[in-house]
């Protein structure tokens, strides 16, 4: 007794802290993909939610938790593999065991130097799109989820209204069953790159619809070279030369940074950014301005 009050044993305040934390709708954030871009957005977001953590390789998982942990934020791990659909529906069970998932940032790819045209659209792909119709289903409303697409969607000529159509509402089982996406079609692993982040912003778009009947919101990010171990393949793979003109001819003459593409995930993300759904938005330092009207263009 203290002051005629109950005291609750320490297990007992703790409890009570979690379950404040839960009713009051802090929630949970799901990171799939613990890369570099990844973890800069959690840090951003994760303040006083659960960050759960998922990868394809728990190793990595663990790692980048411990990083977060070590500055403060409250974090679980497990595994995934976005081209399983039972896989995907594992993350949200494990993520609705910790309360109700209020962000979701899907940060998880392959590129054109790291797999074969197969992979791509199965991982880029038809992944994304299980990732947004099993989180469309359960996530919290006010909540809001981002996708980090890439600036090759934007440098794939205009595909016909079918196509867009097919990439964007498809159910996610019969995406890779449809003809543009047969071989003899994708002519090589960056086009199968380019087909599928072009698809990630309309499957976005589409989504943006459904996810909207539970009062929540998503978005695309599109970004062009930014260093992590994605780019840093690229950088010294076959296409090394290509991205590193890139680089050079673009109008701010430098690559970017993981915590700047999660500047513009806050964003999103957060209360600034409720009038935002269904959006694409390019965060490139102006490659593609470069690449259709500057130094970067084709030569004709």
């Known amino acids: 007794m203290t002051d005629g009050q109950h005291t609750l044993p320490d297990d007992g ?99 054109p130097s790291q797999a074969p045209i197969d992979a791509i659209l199965a991982v880029d792909l038809y992944g994304t799109a299980v990732v947004l119709e099993e989180f469309g289903d359960v996530i919290a409303p006010g909540g809001s989820g981002v996708v980090i ?10 595909l016909p209204p079918g196509q867009d159509a097919a990439l964007a509402t498809t159910p996610a089982e019969d995406l890779l069953d449809l003809p543009m996406l047969q071989a003899g079609q994708v002519s090589d692993t960056l086009h199968a790159y380019q087909l599928a982040k072009r698809g990630n912003a309309l499957r976005v778009q589409a989504e943006a619809v459904r996810w909207a009947r539970r009062g929540a919101r998503v978005n695309t990010i599109s970004p062009g070279i930014v260093i992590t171990p994605l780019a840093m393949d690229e950088l010294t793979g076959p296409r090394g030369a290509g991205y590193r003109r890139m680089i050079e ?21 957060g209360p600034e950014g409720t009038f935002i759904t269904g959006s694409d938005f390019l965060i490139d330092g102006g490659v593609t301005a470069s690449y259709f009207y500057g130094e970067l263009a084709p030569s004709t």
């Open 13 to 111: 305040r703790r409890q009570a802290r979690h379950d404040a934390r839960h009713d009051a709708g802090h929630g949970v954030v799901v990171v799939i993909g613990s890369g570099s871009i990844g973890q800069a957005i959690a840090r951003r977001v994760g303040t006083g939610r659960h960050v759960l953590l998922a990868d394809l390789r728990q190793d990595n998982a663990d790692a980048a938790a411990e990083t977060l942990r070590n500055a403060g934020f409250e974090v679980s791990t497990t595994t995934v593999d976005v081209s399983s659909r039972d896989s995907v529906h594992a993350l949200v069970e494990a993520a609705t065991a910790h309360g109700n998932i209020t962000r979701v940032i899907h940060a998880v790819g392959v590129s």
């Open 149 to 158: 697409a890439s600036q090759s969607g934007h440098r794939l000529p205009a």
């Open 249 to 269: 001819h673009s109008p701010v003459g430098r690559a970017g940074t993981p915590d700047e593409i999660a500047g513009l995930a806050a964003l999103l993300l």
